[in-house]
């Protein structure tokens, strides 16, 4: 059995995986797991990945959840160039500390302002209260400043002057709120310069394809979403919008 990958390119971090295999030739069977229709919550699914999350990997009897665990152990198995998740300290250093800070930051932000914009709406039968848009854009906002303050500075890329992990984790959460109708590149020159870069880097045809479906997401529709699944972000959201 080769190596497979449990993947829906809705998510970001299964793109980011996409993204690393394909640009980088390593071969994978291409197993999609359906998160809309709630195939991920399937007993079949189970077996691969008990956490019940995408992405998963299976490699012969080994599986693997996590998607920072598997880009590294796909970067390790098949030796892939340096620059990815750099040999020396201090580079990699910066490749580690950008992923440990990425997930409640751009992360976090950029999906909440994807959750809100697109599904709330969409299970509340209302139309969004424009504080409550402008409430999480501004925390986007805030993060987005840090990143470009912190982490990129005047450099190329994230660790210096070629792409790596780091750069490729953070464009697919960004493009998330992008997927929403938010165009965050739009005013930010340098932001926009380093997409480009980055984009560049994997290949343009490969990275428009990888975000064909989300970039589509406004288009979604409550049928087009299993039920139980319908019930699960109606909770989460409204819990989340109670608290803030």
């Not at 996409?18 to 399937?42: C, D, W």
């Not at 560049?200 to 589509?216: D, R, S, T």
Request: with cysteine.
């Amino acid at each position: 059995m080769g190596l497979e990958l449990y993947l829906d390119l809705l998510s970001q971090p299964c793109r980011a995986l996409y993204l690393f295999a394909r640009s980088n030739n390593i071969p994978f069977e291409f197993k999609h797991v359906e998160l809309m229709k709630g195939q991920h919550r399937t007993e079949e699914f189970r077996k691969v990945n008990v956490l019940m999350k995408v992405p998963a990997l299976r490699d012969g009897s080994f599986t693997l959840a996590e998607s920072i665990a598997i880009l590294l152990y796909l970067a390790r198995k098949f030796k892939t160039p340096d620059h990815w998740y750099p040999s020396d300290l201090q580079k990699r250093a910066r490749v580690d500390e950008y992923l440990s800070w990425q997930h409640v930051n751009i992360r976090g932000k950029g999906s909440k302002l994807f959750l809100t914009k697109v599904l709330l709406p969409l299970l509340t039968g209302q139309p969004l209260p424009p504080e409550k848009l402008e409430g999480v854009t501004e925390e986007l906002n805030v993060v987005l400043k840090q990143f470009e303050e912190k982490f990129l500075q005047d450099k190329p890329f994230i660790a210096g002057s070629e792409i790596s992990l780091a750069d490729l984790v953070a464009l697919v959460e960004l493009m998330q709120p992008v997927g929403a109708g938010y165009n965050l590149f739009e005013e930010r020159p340098k932001l926009a310069e380093w997409r480009r870069r980055v984009e560049e880097a994997v290949g343009k045809q490969l990275f428009q394809e990888a975000h064909e479906g989300i970039l589509n997401a406004k288009n979604l529709t409550a049928d087009k979403i299993a039920p139980e699944l319908l019930e699960h972000f109606k909770h989460q959201l409204l819990k989340q919008a109670s608290q803030n």
